[in-house]
């Protein structure tokens, strides 16, 4: 049975601290009334019988409320703030998102999150099985075809990127080597008994971020936590260097390419308020003294070239890796950019990812995953990985037209809050909860439409308290949830597999009352996992 304990610190408002939990898994946490909190002052909290101010602080199994001396404590916010800066922890503003001459703090949590360490370790454990699917996704011709069939009839992006994924397999792939970076994503499902179990929401094939920024937000959690006297518990914050681990790969691929002087070229977006956590990555390559060049789709359709044997050229210099970090929404595309990404897809360059691996990312995809003998057809012999990743599938369902359809979106018509509608979309910000869905289903019930959508089952985590750090907003404390992301990267010349790693991780919170967004979005934050 779940277990509940209350601690009492005395008599008067804001004393109590509440621990709640999800069977063994605990989590503690504060009912806290503070006083006035605001962006330049200091973070603190009242006892009204004692006039001292603490700071009621959870973190795990409630280490770090343990023995808190009876004395002043105070949590500067600006304090925070400054050690986030110091380790790079950055973004353009919304303002100049384009100029690095004014830069603030990337949003983040004051406290790292607790984790479950079984739960934590199950997401690495999967993370190269999960890596060797998508790879095998990529390569399945027939595969592609039939799952994203009646989705390319009625969503126009699949269909424009599917059309040049056909056209490039006709045309015969001038690319030998490939390199996958994804992430994995997840959160902590608490199920009916009350016991966490890891679910995952999506795996991101094409321009998963904060692989930089999180390699350095560790250090700014340990930096508070010895502002607060837990240098113990500081210290056990787990090392965590994803954009080495990233460049790792991107570095592997340039040298399989076999070209000393062709460089590496970043896609990026028109607006880059996250370039700094690209340049951990870029400045990781640098210092294998890789070249470095940062383009856009508009800069290859006007400057990009093949030769006769369809090596890549941009402004004279050979391009022997091409890393996307755009091109998985429509809105990056014009006629224009379509042209550049098929010149990209045709070239012999090592695309990160090829456009077959980027629809191996497909919602649809994801969904047709999770029928019954679908990763034994495409991981033959692999018995172990298959149970694996299946343990962590939450429900998927087809809503293509048919009788299994139109049980399925009647079904999530009655309950709506059971489930969540997915869109062939990445980016976050995109999915449909509660009463939204419902609406939307009901309009397409009997249509086409649906099939570019499938259903999950709503992952419920148990939520837990922390401070929500963003510059120029009120400081409050928030209910949150956390996502936990693994990152993987993969090699892989001809046939021979020649790297696969999980290359480390990120975790992201944010409050409850947001359903769906991530960082990028301006709806989740920063965060580092406190195992227990």
């Given at each position: 049975m779940p277990l509940e304990r209350t601690i009492s610190l005395g008599k008067g408002r804001g004393r109590e601290l509440r621990r709640e939990t999800c069977s063994t898994f605990a989590l503690e946490s504060a009912s806290i009334q503070h006083d006035e909190i605001c962006p330049t002052k200091s973070m603190k909290l009242l006892i009204p019988d004692t006039q001292t101010s603490h700071d009621l602080i959870s973190v795990g199994d409630g280490s770090i409320l343990k023995n808190v001396p009876c004395k002043p404590l105070l949590v500067p916010q600006q304090g925070d703030a400054d050690a986030a800066l110091l380790q790079g922890v950055l973004m353009r503003t919304e303002g100049e998102p384009n100029a690095s001459d004014v830069v603030n703090y990337a949003p983040f949590t004051l406290l790292p999150s607790a984790v479950p360490s079984a739960l934590f370790q199950q997401a690495y454990a999967v993370q190269q099985d999960f890596n060797l699917l998508v790879d095998a996704i990529s390569q399945n011709k027939e595969f592609l075809e039939h799952t994203l069939a009646s989705t390319i009839k009625v969503d126009d992006f699949t269909a424009r990127l599917f059309s040049i994924y056909m056209q490039v397999l006709e045309e015969g792939l001038a690319q030998s080597v490939f390199l996958g970076i994804n992430r994995s994503d997840y959160m902590f499902d608490c199920g009916v008994d009350g016991t966490p179990s890891l679910k995952q929401i999506e795996i991101n094939t094409i321009a998963a971020s904060f692989g930089g920024?999180?390699?350095r937000t560790a250090a700014v959690h340990g930096q508070v936590l010895k502002v607060l006297g837990k240098s113990e518990e500081a210290s056990r914050l787990l090392p965590n260097n994803p954009s080495k681990g990233l460049a790792l790969g991107i570095a592997k691929a340039w040298e399989l390419y076999g070209s000393q002087s062709a460089v590496v070229m970043f896609l990026v977006e028109e607006v880059q308020r996250n370039i700094f956590d690209q340049r951990c990555v870029e400045n990781e390559l640098w210092n294998r003294n890789i070249r470095v060049i940062r383009k856009r789709f508009r800069d290859v359709f006007e400057k990009g070239s093949l030769d006769d044997a369809k090596r890549l050229y941009m402004d004279g210099q050979e391009v022997a890796v091409v890393y996307y970090r755009?091109?998985?929404?429509?809105?990056?595309?014009?006629?224009?950019n379509w042209e550049a990404r098929l010149l990209l897809e045709r070239s012999r360059a090592v695309k990160c990812p090829d456009i077959a691996t980027q629809l191996a990312g497909t919602k649809k995809v994801q969904q047709e995953l999770s029928r019954p003998g679908t990763l034994e057809g495409l991981l033959p012999g692999?018995?172990?990985?298959?149970?694996?990743?299946?343990?962590?599938?939450?429900?998927?369902y087809s809503l293509d037209l048919g009788e299994e359809g139109d049980k399925i979106a009647a079904m999530a018509i009655a309950d709506p809050d059971r489930f969540v509608l997915k869109p062939q979309r990445e980016g976050g910000g995109n999915n449909l909860y509660g009463e939204e869905l419902r609406q939307v289903l009901e309009k397409i019930r009997d249509s086409p439409e649906r099939t570019s959508y499938i259903l999950m089952d709503k992952i419920k985590p148990q939520p837990a308290k922390n401070y929500l750090l963003r510059a120029h907003s009120p400081l409050q404390v928030s209910e949150c949830i956390s996502e936990l992301g693994i990152f993987g990267v993969y090699v892989r010349q001809g046939k021979e597999m020649v790297m696969n790693e999980a290359a480390g991780h990120l975790l992201r919170t944010k409050a409850i009352e947001h359903a769906d967004g991530g960082v990028a979005a301006g709806v989740a934050v920063l965060d580092t996992p406190y195992l227990v």
């Open positions: 920024l999180t390699s755009e091109g998985y929404v429509p809105k990056n595309y014009d006629q224009q692999r018995a172990e990985a298959v149970a694996r990743m299946r343990a962590t599938f939450a429900g998927l």
